[in-house]
């Protein structure tokens, strides 16, 4: 399983973009690039999942280069309710994988007024 | 997407004790886990729930401390035995359906146990 390095905290304003960027260099062909979004007391929740390209669904946009080694989280217009702590992870979770998902630290994400 | 509910949400405990935590989805799956979080801290995952068969530890948990059932596709139950302070986490469990066309893994609301 490849392992992931993201920026530990990210401090923003209400309004605003937020791009979080995740390096994987070892990710292999077979991996998918996944972001969960973790509040206080809760459990993770799927945000957003792509393989190359980019990905975009109602709450976020996935942007993964040629390379793959690298990939970066767009929330657009942040709200204070998106305070939170995001996870990228990557693996191949296809059927006959194993399913583990390795969870680094996070990034830490404060919104402020 | 699964929904996957807990019991108990939380619970506090006497250090020498048992609790068994409870997950159920409300479909069947072919993937469970098991993760333990403490405090400030990243998930970790304790083991794979397996269906029918003994549960798939990941290094540093073992079978006498987290005994996990799985009876079928839609439950599996994790079992902190002999309980300590140390083992005051937020326990969560989380399925997969690589059946599905996203392969995503869907988490529960999390067991919060404090041992006193």
């Known amino acids: 399983l490849a392992k992931t390095t993201q920026p530990i905290s990210m401090d923003s304003y209400e309004g605003q973009e937020v791009n979080i960027t995740c390096s994987h260099n070892?990710?292999?062909?077979?991996?998918?690039i996944t972001w969960y979004q973790q509040f206080p007391s809760q459990g993770p929740r799927f945000i957003i999942q792509g393989y190359k390209t980019k990905v975009t669904n109602e709450v976020a946009s996935l942007f993964i280069p040629a390379d793959r080694k690298s990939s970066t989280l767009s929330l657009p217009r942040v709200s204070l309710s998106d305070t939170a702590v995001y996870y990228c992870?990557?693996?191949?979770w296809g059927s006959g994988n194993t399913g583990k998902l390795i969870f680094g630290q996070g990034t830490t994400l404060q919104v402020k007024p | 997407s699964a929904v996957i509910s807990q019991k108990p949400s939380r619970d506090i405990c006497q250090r020498g004790t048992s609790l068994t935590i409870q997950c159920q989805v409300d479909?069947?799956?072919?993937?469970m886990f098991w993760y333990r979080q403490q405090p400030g801290q990243s998930l970790t995952l304790i083991a794979t729930?397996?269906?029918?068969?003994?549960?798939?530890?990941e290094s540093g948990f073992v079978i006498d401390k987290f005994p996990i059932s799985r009876p079928n596709l839609t439950f599996s139950t994790l079992t902190v035995s002999n309980m300590s302070p140390e083992d005051s986490s937020i326990y969560l469990c989380?399925?997969?359906?690589?059946?599905?066309?996203?392969?995503?893994?869907?988490f529960g609301p999390g067991t919060r146990l404090t041992v006193l």
């Open positions: 989380s399925v997969l359906n690589p059946l599905t066309s996203t392969d995503t893994q869907y």
């Open positions: 729930a397996n269906q029918g068969s003994e549960a798939t530890y």
């Open positions: 992870l990557v693996g191949d």
């Open positions: 070892n990710i292999a062909t077979n991996d998918y």
């Open positions: 479909s069947q799956v072919t993937m």
